[in-house]
């Protein structure tokens, strides 16, 4: 508490001497702080490395879709198996495309985008706290064959594919419209190259965490 009162001050002060207006908001500021640093870094990468489709940035992430729509529809197909492996596959797969969007992504359409571009990137963070939430439910839970562990996974399913449509439908084509391909290009770069790291840190992470025989 006495760590936000400080940093309530210190922006009340910076903005007080700037001569601004109403301080933005906590999250504006951030998303905005992190789209000019992932716009500088994608101006780098423009200037590095020659265009192409396979580091694009819409390109990457249907490949995501695609990637975790395989894995629902092994659910589907055996849905009375233990799915508990499948799911810790899904979740990985998941909150690495979370990820990418949420610090890479988001905020540069929240800095470049228009105000209806802007309201789907919001309504997609929503949805991505809702799945998020069912994501800590599911791993919490032992029993793979459960009523409840598959009831929970279907809904689970159900959000995702919701929220793909919406993206690939709506979101996506503003995008192509308002943001430079060769932007999307580097930015796919970047984002690739977070997603490699962000899966590794995830995979050494579990590596190392103690099994349940191995704790007791």
Same mark, same amino acid.
Request: proline share 3%; no cysteine.
């Given at each position: 508490?006495?760590?936000? &009162?400080?940093? %309530?001050? !210190?922006?009340?002060? =910076?903005?007080? $001497?700037?001569?601004?207006?109403?301080?933005? @908001?906590?999250? #504006?500021?951030?998303?905005?702080?992190?789209?000019?640093?992932?716009?500088?870094?994608?101006?780098?990468?423009?200037?590095?490395? &020659?265009?192409? %489709?396979? !580091?694009?940035?819409? =390109?990457?992430? $249907?490949?995501?879709?695609?990637?975790?729509? @395989?894995?629902? #529809?092994?659910?589907?197909?055996?849905?009375?198996?233990?799915?508990?492996?499948?799911?810790?596959?899904?979740?990985?797969?998941?909150?690495?495309?979370?990820?990418?969007?949420?610090?890479?992504?988001?905020?540069?359409?929240?800095?470049?985008?228009? @105000?209806?571009?802007?309201?789907?990137?919001?309504?997609?963070?929503?949805?991505?706290?809702?799945?998020?939430?069912?994501?800590?439910?599911?791993?919490?839970?032992?029993?793979?064959?459960?009523?409840?562990?598959?009831?929970?996974?279907?809904?689970?399913?159900?959000?995702?594919?919701?929220?793909?449509?919406?993206?690939?439908?709506?979101?996506?084509?503003?995008?192509?419209?308002?943001?430079?391909?060769?932007?999307?290009?580097?930015?796919?770069?970047?984002?690739?190259?977070?997603?490699?790291?962000?899966?590794?840190?995830?995979?050494?992470?579990?590596?190392?965490?103690?099994?349940?025989?191995?704790?007791?």
């Amino acid at each position: 508490m006495a760590a936000t &009162t400080a940093a %309530s001050k !210190t922006r009340s002060k =910076s903005s007080s $001497k700037s001569g601004a207006g109403a301080p933005r @908001k906590k999250n #504006d500021a951030k998303s905005g702080g992190i789209a000019t640093l992932v716009g500088k870094a994608a101006d780098v990468v423009v200037g590095m490395f &020659t265009p192409s %489709s396979e !580091t694009n940035a819409i =390109s990457l992430l $249907k490949t995501d879709h695609d990637t975790v729509q @395989k894995m629902f #529809d092994k659910v589907k197909a055996s849905p009375n198996r233990d799915h508990k492996e499948t799911f810790k596959k899904i979740k990985l797969e998941l909150d690495t495309h979370a990820h990418i969007e949420e610090t890479i992504f988001y905020p540069h359409l929240m800095k470049k985008g228009d @105000k209806e571009l802007k309201k789907i990137v919001r309504e997609g963070l929503q949805e991505h706290a809702q799945v998020k939430m069912f994501l800590r439910s599911l791993s919490r839970m032992t029993n793979g064959k459960s009523e409840n562990f598959k009831a929970k996974l279907q809904v689970l399913m159900e959000d995702v594919e919701h929220h793909v449509k919406e993206e690939e439908n709506d979101m996506f084509p503003l995008v192509e419209d308002q943001i430079p391909s060769e932007k999307l290009e580097a930015l796919g770069a970047i984002m690739k190259a977070e997603k490699n790291k962000f899966k590794k840190r995830r995979t050494r992470s579990a590596a190392n965490k103690p099994t349940a025989a191995a704790a007791s």
